[in-house]
C-alpha cells in the first residue's frame, strides 16, 4: 500500500468510526506531515490503517450501546406521562397499559434508534445492506408473532400520579444512560 | 526483538508519557520533531503509530495543547504545547519516577557489595 492509498483508507477508517470530517481530515494530515519528513513506510510506521484509526478515536461501542438503552425508557416516559396527561384533563380513571401498547412501543423505539444513530456517530455503511435489511425483516415478523399469540388485553392499571412518578423514573434511568458514557470519555 | 530490548521498551512504556511532556518543556514541538528528539535522548525510534496515539491521549486529558501550522510548500504541521496542568503533572510525576528509581538503585547496590 502506497502513501497515497494507505492515508485514503486511513480517512475512511476514521470515517466509519464516526470521526466529523475536520477531524479526519487533521488527523490525515498529521500523519502525511510525518511521513513527508521521515520518508518512512506508512505501515511501518503507523501499523494496518483500522488499527491506526481505532487508536485515535475512543471506542464508542459503549456510547452507542448505551443510548440505545436510553432510548427505549425515554419513548415508554414520554408515551406514559402523555397518557396520564390525558387521563388527567379528559375522562378521569385509571392509565391502563395494554399488550398493544408495548408493541407499538417497541415499534417507535426502533423507528426512533434507526433516525437518530447517525446524529451519534454510527455509520450504516460499516454493516452491510442486507444485515440492516435482515434486522427490519426480523423485528416485523417478530411482531406479527406477537400480535397472533398475544391478544390485546390490559396488563397494567396505574393511577395519574403513579404513572407521572413511573414515567419520572424512566426519564431518570433514560438521563444516566445518556450521560454515563459521555462522563466515561473523559 | 531480543530480552535485553524487549524490557527496555517494557520500561519505556510506562514512562513514555513522562517523556514525551519532558521534550515539550524546553519548547513546542511537531509529531516528527518529538520523535527526533526522544531518539537523541536514546530512548530509541518511538514509531508514529505509538507517539501520535499518546499525544492524542494527553490532548484529550488536557496535558497538552495542539495548534494546526499550515505549511508554505508540502503539508502542514501539528504542533504541540504542555499546559500548566501538564506542568503540574510532570512535576509531580518526575519526583515519583525519581523516588521509584531510588528504591530500585538501593536494591541494586547489593550487586557491587556482593562482589
Known sequence: MNRHEYLKELRRQLTIRGVGKRKAKLIVAEAESHLHLSGEDPEATFGPPDRYAASLVPDRHWHITSYIGAAAPATAACLLAAQALRTLLGEGGDVTVRTYDLLMLAIIVTMVVIVSLPAVGWRFRRSPWWTTLGAALAGGLAAFVVMLLFEDRTLWRLSAPVAFAVAGGLLAIALVLTIAPLRARR | ?115
Open chain 2, 1 to 115: 526483538m531480543d530480552g535485553r530490548e524487549a524490557r527496555h521498551t517494557q520500561w519505556l512504556r510506562g514512562v513514555l508519557d513522562l517523556c514525551v511532556m519532558a521534550a515539550l518543556v524546553e519548547r513546542e514541538r511537531y509529531g516528527y520533531d518529538l520523535s527526533q528528539r526522544l531518539e537523541a535522548a536514546g530512548l530509541g525510534h518511538i514509531k508514529g503509530g505509538t507517539l501520535y496515539p499518546l499525544l492524542a491521549r494527553l490532548e484529550e486529558a488536557g496535558l497538552v495543547s495542539a495548534r494546526w501550522q499550515p505549511g508554505e510548500q508540502g503539508p502542514g504541521r501539528k504542533y504541540y504545547a504542555l499546559t500548566a496542568d501538564g506542568h503540574r503533572r510532570l512535576a509531580q510525576q518526575a519526583r515519583d519516577w525519581k523516588s521509584f528509581t531510588e528504591r530500585v538503585d538501593a536494591l541494586f547496590a547489593i550487586l557491587g557489595r556482593d562482589r
